[in-house]
Nanobody, 115 residues
Framework: QVQLVESGGGLVQTGGSLRLSCAAS????????MGWYRQAPGKQRELVAD???????NYADSVKERFTISRDNTKNTVYLQMNSLKPEDTAVYYC?????????WGQGTQVTVSS
């Protein structure tokens, strides 16, 4: 089992920044990728960014050049630095870990960007 605990969400004005953190614990050996997804009201959950165990990253087009995903393997933690936030970034952000054929999810953290 893998447990994921997110932190760092909140309320910010348009153009502001936030950093999300996700700490993994449990049987974390062979997690092949971790990432962030988000779900806005009435919309499907979508990938924001992910990073593999060797550091390859992938971003949604809507967040490229604004968001940066990184990981600290010594702390089993993945981060999402979000800059130049827009109202359309408002959503619940979920941490995800992929291990084998399974997906593990955090509880979610709310990000609200006011206009």
């Amino acid at each position: 089992q893998v447990q994921l605990v997110e932190s760092g969400g909140g309320l910010v004005q348009t153009g502001g920044s936030l950093r999300l953190s996700c700490a993994a614990s449990g049987i974390i050996f062979s997690i092949r990728a971790m990432g962030w997804y988000r779900q806005a009201p009435g919309k499907q959950r979508e990938l924001v960014a992910d990073i593999t165990s060797v550091g390859s990253t992938n971003y949604a087009d809507s967040v490229k050049e604004r968001f940066t995903i990184s990981r600290d393997n010594t702390k089993n933690t993945v981060y999402l630095q979000m800059n130049s936030l827009k109202p359309e970034d408002t959503a619940v952000y979920y941490c995800n870990a992929k291990k084998g054929s399974r997906d593990y999810w955090g509880q979610g953290t709310q990000v609200t960007v006011s206009s």
